[in-house]
Nanobody
Framework: QVQLVESGGGLVQFGGSLRVSCVAS????????MGWFRQAPGKQRELVAT???????NYADSVKGRFTISRDNAKNTVYLQMNSVRPEDTAVYYC????????????????WGQGTQVTVSS
């Protein structure tokens, strides 16, 4: 199986910066892509950013230019650098990974982290 462990969430002031990270572990053969999603109170979960193992990135319009997703393939780790944060960025942030494992080497299963709270003070 695969476990995703997130860290770095917490309180941040308006306009400030925060970096969250996520480490994937387990019987991993390869990771096709990793990403970050978020869910604010009363709202549906939405995509924030994704990155493939080759480095291709995709961002939600609401965070483009402010957030940067990056990865360390050797460490199976994905990061989200959050700059110029706004109160609207307050949400639970979830790490996601599409992983091929020893058990299912030909299929990329979808795995999720436990979520980490990011709160932007206003």
């Amino acid at each position: 199986q695969v476990q995703l462990v997130e860290s770095g969430g917490g309180l941040v002031q308006f306009g400030g910066s925060l970096r969250v990270s996520c480490v994937a572990s387990g019987s991993i053969i390869s990771i096709n892509a990793m990403g970050w999603f978020r869910q604010a109170p009363g709202k549906q979960r939405e995509l924030v950013a994704t990155i493939t193992s080759g480095g291709s990135t995709n961002y939600a319009d609401s965070v483009k230019g402010r957030f940067t997703i990056s990865r360390d393939n050797a460490k199976n780790t994905v990061y989200l650098q959050m700059n110029s944060v706004r109160p609207e960025d307050t949400a639970v942030y979830y790490c996601n990974a599409r992983v091929a494992t020893l058990v299912s080497p030909s299929f990329y299963g979808d795995y999720w982290g436990q979520g980490t709270q990011v709160t932007v003070s206003s």
